[in-house]
């Protein structure tokens, strides 16, 4: 199973970027995809969640508005489009597929990881 993250890049404050995540080994329609970000010598912290059909989404406090998480079950994807980027959302990204069938913020709760896909915003 892995998960291939892309996407990520340098970005001016107020600019967009659209991070991918395509899964291959076994299909995941049928699981929670996450993103998860983690700064430098910060914890890895939830970023926002799609349930199994795309119909239920989550998302951290300081994304609401900015960020949408979406998915394509036909192509094992997972898309973040996030705009209006600020520097403090400088961090690698990462995908993750979900332990359980329910929507969860907790890394514990994710099973498989992605390698990070870099996102920095400059001021």
């Known amino acids: 199973v892995q998960l291939q993250a892309s996407g990520g890049g340098l970005v001016q404050a107020g600019g967009s970027l659209r991070l991918s995540c395509a899964a291959s080994?076994?299909?995941?329609?049928?699981?929670?995809m996450a993103w998860f970000r983690q700064a430098p010598e910060k914890e890895r912290e939830f970023v926002a969640a799609?349930?199994?059909?795309?119909?239920?989404?989550v998302y951290e406090d300081s994304v609401k508005g900015r960020f949408t998480i979406s998915r394509d079950n036909a192509r094992n994807t997972v898309y973040l489009q996030m705009n209006s980027l600020k520097p403090e959302d400088t961090a690698v990204y990462y995908c993750?597929?979900?332990?359980?069938?329910?929507?969860?913020?907790?890394?514990?709760?994710?099973?498989?990881w992605g390698q990070g896909t870099q996102v920095t915003v400059s001021s």
């Open positions: 799609i349930s199994w059909s795309g119909g239920v989404t």
């Open positions: 080994g076994r299909t995941f329609s049928n699981d929670v």
């Open positions: 993750a597929v979900g332990r359980y069938g329910a929507i969860a913020r907790q890394k514990y709760d994710y099973d498989y």
